[in-house]
């Protein structure tokens, strides 16, 4: 059996079916495949379950188009489970013709500002309970916060103080320790201080 000369090419040898085009004629197929895209329609419907948890005045600064934000806020007040999925779903087909790029900002803004709020909520937590358990905490806490401490606020802390200690041993309503806890934001000066009551 003869063999082929080395100058023509294999693919010239190869046996094609007559009208079918070459490999390299054909185009390669862009387009995302149906379960991409059903990904990318999950991935909006849980953006859309993102924006219905925050408040409708934070939703006001976000760039959506009005029928989104109508569903939004109808969502929040369907009850039933079927109902709730389904109006769901069409705010994540009502998310396909939006730019998500502004809503995604937010949300990570507002994550990243719920996070440092959280933080801080921490602090001063832990500020009153060692204010609680610690009689030379308020000496710490009053060098810290020098600044902010007036001799007012600093007799309120005191007073505090010792009126949450004595609620926590009497297993009283909290409205002292609730109370420091005010104080304390207000000389850190997360809040401006409350009227002396």
């Known amino acids: 059996m003869p063999r082929h000369s080395p100058s023509v090419p294999v693919e010239n040898l190869a046996l094609r079916i007559?009208?079918?085009p070459r490999p390299e004629d054909v185009e390669t197929y862009t387009k995302p495949s149906k379960s991409q895209k059903k990904r990318d329609m999950t991935a909006?419907?849980?953006l859309g379950e993102e924006l219905v948890e925050y408040s409708a005045d934070r939703l006001e600064k976000v760039e959506m188009s009005d029928d989104l934000r109508r569903a939004i806020d109808e969502v929040r007040s369907i009850r039933d489970h079927e109902g709730r999925r389904r109006q769901m779903q069409y705010i994540g087909r009502l998310m396909r013709d939006v730019d998500i790029a502004p809503i995604k900002a937010a949300i990570d803004?507002?994550?990243g500002a719920s996070r440092e709020e959280a933080a801080a909520?921490?602090?001063l937590e832990r500020w009153r309970e060692r204010l609680l358990e610690d009689d030379d905490a308020l000496t710490a806490f009053a060098t810290e916060h020098t600044a902010a401490l007036s001799p007012d606020l600093l007799q309120r802390l005191r007073t505090a103080i010792r009126m949450a200690r004595k609620e926590r041993s009497e297993a009283k309503p909290p409205k002292h320790y609730r109370?420091?806890?005010?104080?304390?934001r207000t000389a850190i000066g997360d809040e401006p201080p409350a009227?002396?009551?």
Do not use: N, P, S, V
Not at 179 to 184: A, G, P, V
């Open 109 to 111: 803004a507002w994550a």
């Open 44 to 46: 909006l419907q849980k």
């Open 121 to 123: 909520l921490h602090a």
């Open 18 to 20: 007559e009208g079918e």
């Open 179 to 184: 109370e420091l806890f005010r104080l304390i």
């Open 195 to 197: 009227q002396a009551e």
